[in-house]
């Protein structure tokens, strides 16, 4: 697998963790040749590869697809305060090396996608988490994040003692607030004592919040003195700031997107992950890729839902399977949830 970190640039990415990551995407040293099992690419969201959430899970479907289906994956990292040309450019650079499909890992690649895939109408561009851009060769692949955070929130509900419960989102957008409206209103149908401190991390057009663990761990450390002892982060790499400041309080983190007990790069605070609200993206970009290969590409709106497991609640940490009756509630609100007896919002 090529990860580039610079334009017509070969190279191997730095550290995960990284927040200066130089990609503008572009070719690599595979660009003039391609394996019998065809190509496929990820432009990655805010924050890259190593955020322990929502760009891992794209490259865990990556990494599946070229075992599985023995294709050649490129990834290309985003630039820190890049604007929609250096995404146009990027997604340009992978289509004409070849790559197809070609996967934009987040909503920010709405507009560029928009751009290019008519450019190349013989490529299928995959677009996460938003269906605000269409076309013949592009795949929309979306998932009912609120229905997830549904039951993070009856979770939440079921396990404080102090009545207060936080939820941390990454930046104000409608995707992040379809996290919180979700999450306050299973909190909500479950105790309706229970008080839930939001707060977003930063405004649009800074899309920093999805960044930045500084600004999670701050955050979440001024809801944890506010008597918070569950807090809940859609926040991208910010979230692991969330995470750690929760962890050292003695307090519940829930986790987002991947199942964060199981990530390494948190493994020192896997014990304080109550749990994670899961988005099958690995599957999402697994299923573009092989759709591609098969000759059958997706196209339009591809959605994932609680009745799919496209998304859901994660329950790799022994003390939540533990707690029966947390468990057992979430288990009803899910059927309830997917026998449409319960309408999730999806904005608060």
Same mark, same amino acid.
Request: glycine share 12%.
């Given at each position: 697998?090529?990860?580039?970190?610079? /334009?017509?640039? !070969?190279? /191997?990415?730095?550290?995960?963790?990284?927040?200066?990551?130089?990609?503008?995407?572009?070719? =690599?040293?595979?660009?003039? =040749?391609?394996?019998? #099992?065809?190509?496929?690419?990820?432009?990655?969201?805010?924050?890259?590869?190593?955020?322990?959430?929502?760009?891992?899970?794209?490259?865990?479907?990556? !990494?599946?697809a070229e075992k599985d289906l023995k294709i050649k994956g490129t990834e290309a990292e985003p630039t820190e305060g890049e604007g929609d040309p250096d995404k146009v450019q990027r997604l340009t650079s992978l289509a004409r090396a070849g790559n197809n499909p070609v996967i934009g890992v987040g909503f920010a690649y709405a507009p560029a996608i928009a751009q290019v895939a008519p450019k190349f109408p013989d490529t299928t561009f995959g677009l996460i988490d938003d269906t605000s851009k269409t076309g013949k060769n592009i795949a929309n692949l979306v998932f009912n994040e609120e229905q997830g955070s549904y039951l993070a929130g009856v979770a939440a509900a079921k396990v404080t003692k102090t009545n207060t419960v936080g939820f941390i989102g990454g930046v104000e957008t409608p995707l992040i607030k379809k996290f919180e409206a979700g999450y306050v209103q299973g909190v909500k149908d479950t105790n309706k004592n229970v008080n839930v401190k939001v707060q977003y991390l930063t405004q649009p057009p800074d899309f920093g919040g999805f960044s930045k663990p500084d600004l999670g761990k701050a955050?979440? *450390?001024? *809801?944890?003195?506010? $008597?918070?002892?569950?807090?809940?982060?859609?926040?991208?790499?910010?979230?692991?700031?969330? /995470?750690?400041?929760?962890?050292?309080?003695?307090?519940?983190?829930? #986790?987002?997107?991947?199942?964060?007990? @199981? *990530?390494?790069?948190?493994?020192?605070?896997?014990?304080?992950?109550?749990?994670?609200?899961?988005?099958? %993206?690995?599957?999402?970009?697994? @299923?573009? /890729?092989? =759709?591609?290969?098969?000759?059958?590409? *997706?196209?339009?709106? !591809?959605?994932?839902?609680?009745?799919?497991?496209? !998304? $859901?609640?994660?329950? =790799?940490?022994?003390?939540?399977?533990?707690?029966?009756?947390?468990?057992?509630?979430?288990?009803?609100?899910?059927?309830?949830?997917?026998?449409?007896?319960?309408? %999730?919002?999806?904005?608060?």
């Open positions: 697998m090529r990860r580039i970190t610079r /334009i017509a640039t !070969v190279g /191997i990415a730095s550290a995960a963790l990284a927040l200066s990551a130089t990609a503008c995407g572009g070719k =690599s040293s595979s660009d003039s =040749s391609s394996d019998n #099992g065809g190509k496929a690419a990820l432009a990655y969201d805010i924050g890259g590869r190593g955020d322990q959430s929502f760009n891992d899970a794209a490259y865990a479907g990556l !990494v599946k955050a979440a *450390q001024g *809801q944890l003195d506010a $008597g918070a002892d569950v807090i809940y982060a859609a926040a991208g790499l910010a979230g692991s700031g969330a /995470i750690e400041a929760t962890s050292k309080a003695g307090k519940w983190a829930i #986790g987002v997107d991947s199942d964060q007990y @199981n *990530q390494k790069g948190l493994a020192a605070y896997k014990n304080s992950i109550l749990t994670s609200v899961t988005k099958d %993206v690995s599957d999402a970009v697994f @299923n573009v /890729i092989k =759709s591609v290969k098969d000759g059958k590409p *997706q196209s339009g709106e !591809v959605r994932y839902g609680l009745d799919k497991d496209g !998304v $859901g609640l994660a329950a =790799s940490n022994p003390a939540y399977t533990k707690m029966t009756d947390v468990t057992a509630a979430v288990e009803k609100a899910k059927a309830a949830i997917i026998a449409g007896t319960i309408k %999730v919002k999806t904005a608060p």
